[in-house]
């Protein structure tokens, strides 16, 4: 085992909402297994997803069918080009759709499958509601508990519920439209510093995505999971899954459960003695979320080459 991997490095995985045009193309000039890894996307999907990381446009990339296999490639990708610093991670994480980029590093699912899984699950979960009639917000400065009753006293007859715990002041809301639209309402009159609606196309991660669930599960079980070389932390119950069965099992449940991230975090802090996160994936959005998180642990996203030179800094003082 390299010296790194003494030192409890997480890798975790960004989901949703971390794309943008161009992701992962700046690594390409220096690494060139990075288009090979996008061709083999192409390849297996049927369609120029390489073309619509690099070159957009951005409305297509925003398609939730082609955004959870656009943001799977770039991880991949990324965490290819950085497999030369022979950094062993002692644990994996990956936010919403990023579980199963978790599952492509740590050997328990094959790179074709995730990404023909969550092109299905993109598709399936744009299809359990239809267009309007559901929404997420964001609530910014109230405790997750509290967010949480205020979920319950907004949904009335319909659905409104937590869909993510991202940080301790940031809870993310899912449900019918109207239910949410309360609960924002009631944000507000509560003290929260925002509570806003969300530019998604569906009410992810809550009871309104059961229809996905159904269907995913079959594509689920039709596919091949295998014991992860390296425990990965799923988002549902906020514990590692040490077997195929159990990953298959957790990833059906996650379409329409909650994502617990701030709990997945503090495990890994606290059970897994992790001290180093390493964002491997476009953007930094969960970078941010482990520094309010847990402050006294580190944290580096590598949506940029630069950034590898960052993290081969903090990992030797860590030495």
């Known amino acids: 085992m390299s010296e790194a991997a003494a030192k409890r490095i997480a890798f975790v ?50 398609l939730t069918a082609n955004t959870q ?13 950085i ?26 699912l094959s790179f074709e499958d995730a990404l023909v899984l969550v092109r299905r699950r993109g598709e399936l979960m744009q299809q359990a509601v239809p267009v309007g009639e559901g929404a997420m917000a964001a609530v910014l400065g109230l405790e997750a508990e509290t967010v949480a009753a205020i979920a319950a006293e907004a949904a009335g007859d319909e659905v409104c519920t937590v869909a993510n715990f991202n940080a301790p002041a940031q809870t993310v809301l899912a449900g019918h439209r109207l239910a949410v639209e309360r609960a924002i309402q009631l944000a507000k009159e509560k003290g929260a510093r925002r509570a806003m609606l969300l530019p998604v196309s569906a009410p992810f991660h809550s009871p309104l995505m059961r229809p996905a669930r159904e269907g995913l599960e079959p594509e689920l079980e039709a596919v091949d999971f295998r014991e992860p070389k390296v425990p990965v932390v799923c988002n549902i119950d906020a514990v590692p899954v040490s077997s195929g069965a159990a990953a298959r099992e957790a990833l059906e449940r996650q379409v329409d459960g909650p994502v617990r991230w701030v709990e997945s975090i503090l495990w890994m ?50 030495t």
Not at 26 to 32: A, F, K, L
Not at 36 to 41: G, H, L, N
Not at 69 to 81: D, K, R
Not at 86 to 105: K, R
């Open 269 to 318: 802090v606290e059970q897994g003695r992790v001290d180093l996160f390493v964002e491997v994936g476009p953007g930094s959005v969960l970078t941010g979320l482990i520094r309010r998180i847990a402050p006294s642990v580190k944290a580096v996203s590598l949506d940029q080459p630069s950034r590898a030179e960052k993290l081969v800094e903090i990992v030797g003082e860590t």
């Open 69 to 81: 296999p656009a943001i799977l490639a770039t991880s991949v990708a990324i965490l290819e080009a």
């Open 13 to 62: 995985f960004p989901g949703q909402g971390s794309q943008s045009v161009g992701m992962g193309s700046s690594w390409s000039d220096s690494h060139p297994e990075v288009e090979k890894v996008f061709d083999r996307a192409d390849r297996a999907l049927g369609i120029p997803l390489k073309q619509l990381c690099w070159e957009g446009p951005a409305e297509d990339l925003q």
């Open 83 to 108: 497999s030369g610093l022979q950094i062993e991670p002692v644990l994996m994480a990956g936010h919403s759709l990023g579980e199963y980029s978790a599952h492509v590093a740590a050997g328990s």
